[in-house]
Nanobody
Framework: VQLQASGGGPVQPGGSLRLSCAASGFALKYYAVAWFRQAPGKEREGVACIRNSGSSTSYAKSVEGRFTISRDNPKNTVTLQMNSLKPEDTAEYYC??????????????????WGQGTLVTVSS
């Protein structure tokens, strides 16, 4: 069971990045998936979550309207499209899945499988 996050990098304020989370060893279609982020010296925070079918999503207020989470179950992937990026979006981004169909808040304890982080740096 493995989640692999990718797509991070440097970007200027106002720019866009697309993060991907690829699952291997299990079928992601049964599980809710979320993106979290952690900036230096700060706690890990939830950013976006999508239920197993993709029919329902939820976002942190800080990213609502700028980030979009989506999934491609046949490809076993989840994507986070990040637009209008701000310096405060700088963080290590992680994808995580939970052994339930639905999202249920953004407590890290609710999630069972984690990918390694991918670093997003927003700076001019």
């Amino acid at each position: 069971v493995q989640l692999q996050a990718s797509g991070g990098g440097p970007v200027q304020p106002g720019g866009s990045l697309r993060l991907s989370c690829a699952a291997s060893g299990f079928a992601l279609k049964y599980y809710a998936v979320a993106w979290f982020r952690q900036a230096p010296g700060k706690e890990r925070e939830g950013v976006a979550c999508i239920r197993n079918s993709g029919s329902s999503t939820s976002y942190a207020k800080s990213v609502e309207g700028r980030f979009t989470i989506s999934r491609d179950n046949p490809k076993n992937t989840v994507t986070l499209q990040m637009n209008s990026l701000k310096p405060e979006d700088t963080a290590e981004y992680y994808c995580a899945s939970r052994r339930y169909e639905l999202c249920d808040g953004f407590s890290p304890n609710q999630y069972d499988y984690w990918g390694q982080g991918t670093l997003v740096t927003v700076s001019s």
